[in-house]
């Protein structure tokens, strides 16, 4: 049972113009998140979090948004760069601590010149 | 920075050998995981480590076994690897920050 979900398996963008990944889950005992983005022969690297006490968080080109109602995530990228293209993961946590990361399956993620 | 390191980047196996894959971390960080990364499925956690000796069974531990003797150091086993292994593995720690896990550059592992 997957309860982090990321339904689309690829995204492509044009430079310079916004990317937005989705996120969905279940379990509604998770209170936080976390995106990681994921280049090719490398470790997945941390990118922007967010807490459920928030619905919006920011850092740089990179935007976090949180919908508890419709256990939605979302994370905007603007403007999109060429460097951006990689593997993107969102994560979930039941509790701020936890040791348990949840990972949806992953979002492609190329941006176009 | 943080620099989490391992083994290998690239094994080949055969069927029913034993495998260890070794992850060293140099911040003193408490808590350590193996993932496996397949196709469409995502990162799983198979074992977690909150503390030398310590370990926990996460969500696909059947087929490997953990090792953790010293605090930077973290060994996944396969007893008797086979061809279902055949996988990414990746290592991650976790110190003070809540959730920010640091990750490897991860295994990959073949097994024929």
């Known amino acids: 049972d997957q309860q982090v979900k990321q339904n689309s398996p690829s995204l492509s963008v044009q430079e310079g113009r916004i990317s937005i990944l989705n996120c969905d889950y279940t379990n509604s005992m998770f209170d936080y998140f976390l995106w990681y983005k994921k280049y090719p022969a490398e470790g997945p690297t941390f990118l922007i979090s967010i807490s459920s006490i928030k619905d919006k968080n920011e850092d740089g080109r990179f935007t976090v948004f949180l919908n508890k109602s419709a256990k939605h995530l979302s994370l905007h990228i603007v403007p999109s760069q060429p460097g951006d293209s990689a593997v993107y993961f969102c994560?979930?946590?039941?509790?701020?601590?936890?040791?348990?990361?949840?990972f949806g399956q992953g979002t492609r993620l190329t941006i176009n010149p | 920075d943080v620099k989490v390191t391992q083994s290998s980047r690239y094994l080949v196996k055969r069927t029913g050998e034993k495998v260890f894959l070794e992850c060293v971390q140099d911040?003193?960080?408490?808590?350590m995981f193996w993932y496996r990364q397949d196709p469409g499925l995502g990162l799983r956690l198979i074992y977690f480590s909150y503390d030398v000796k310590m370990k926990e069974k996460g969500d696909i531990p059947e087929g490997y076994s953990v090792s953790r003797e010293k605090k930077e150091r973290f060994s996944l086993i396969l007893e008797s690897a086979s061809t279902n292994q055949t996988s990414m593995y990746l290592c991650?720690?976790?110190?003070?920050?809540?959730?920010?896990?640091?990750f490897g550059p991860g295994t990959r592992l073949t097994v024929l």
């Open positions: 991650a720690s976790r110190g003070g920050f809540p959730h920010e896990q640091f």
């Open positions: 911040m003193d960080h408490e808590n």
């Open positions: 994560a979930a946590s039941e509790t701020w601590g936890a040791q348990k990361l949840v």
